[in-house]
């Protein structure tokens, strides 16, 4: 199985602060990485797809980069909607696996 | 746009069977572009993808899992559905139903059921 290690586990971040989250694969996994929001008691949400490309609906301050083993999720300015967990998922192969989630909370 | 719904027992006893299905609406299950998926979260951890289906039957799953695992799916309800054996506390989660559109070579979960809890417990 592909390992997905997300870091940090969690951060503080004020509103309008710029936040980077990092996921790394055990393996080269090309560009297909996911990235998933998810608020307490709702189901995930998808952010990013391919690991750059914007889910329709989704705001532009959030954006994806990366390929191969080293992705990064961006939040340009924060905003109070955007506290929440962040997952990082691969679907190079089966089984598909997620990292073990960022929490983004208030400072 | 699709939507999902998860349905099924919230509690099941430990040993028996978890029998869960997912309603699509907005669109059909026969459609090319989704394998259609189960993810389980377990109380206050994170996400374990358990398997999908294509709408022709065929079947990815979690090698974790697979000796207990059965994914099927009914065209003529739009529906799928799973069935996972011999449950122990360590299989009480959130059960969410997603539909997994595919791309190149890769998939992403687009669309979520709202998830059920499911409970093992005597």
């Known amino acids: 199985d592909i390992q997905m290690t997300q870091s940090p586990s969690s951060l503080s971040a004020s509103v309008g602060e710029r936040v980077t989250i990092t996921c790394r694969a055990s393996?080269?996994?090309?560009?297909?990485l996911n990235w998933y929001q998810q608020k307490p008691g709702k189901a995930p949400n998808l952010l990013i797809y391919?690991?750059?490309s914007l889910q329709s609906g989704v705001p532009s301050r959030f954006s994806g980069s990366g390929s191969g083993t080293d992705f990064t999720l961006t939040i340009s300015s924060l905003q109070p909607e955007d506290f929440a967990t962040y997952y990082c998922?691969?679907?190079?192969?089966?089984?598909?696996?997620f990292g073990g989630g960022t929490k983004v909370e208030i400072k | 746009q699709l939507q999902l719904q998860e349905s099924g027992p919230g509690l099941v006893k430990p040993s028996e069977t978890l029998s869960l299905t997912c309603t699509v609406s907005?669109?059909?299950?026969?459609?090319?572009?989704?394998?259609w998926g189960w993810i389980r979260q377990p109380p206050g951890k994170g996400v374990e993808w358990i398997g999908s289906?294509?709408?022709?039957?065929?079947?990815y799953y979690n090698l974790s899992l697979k000796s207990r695992l059965t994914i099927s799916v009914d065209t003529s309800k739009n529906q799928f559905s799973l069935k996972l054996s011999s449950v122990t506390a360590a299989d009480t989660a959130v059960y969410y139903c997603a539909s997994d559109r595919i791309y190149a070579s890769g998939s992403y979960q687009d669309y979520w059921g709202q998830g059920i809890l499911v409970t093992v417990s005597s």
């Open positions: 907005g669109g059909s299950i026969s459609s090319s572009s989704y394998y």
């Open positions: 391919a690991a750059s």
């Open positions: 998922q691969q679907s190079y192969s089966t089984p598909l696996t």
């Open positions: 393996q080269i996994i090309s560009s297909y």
């Open positions: 289906i294509y709408y022709s039957g065929s079947t």
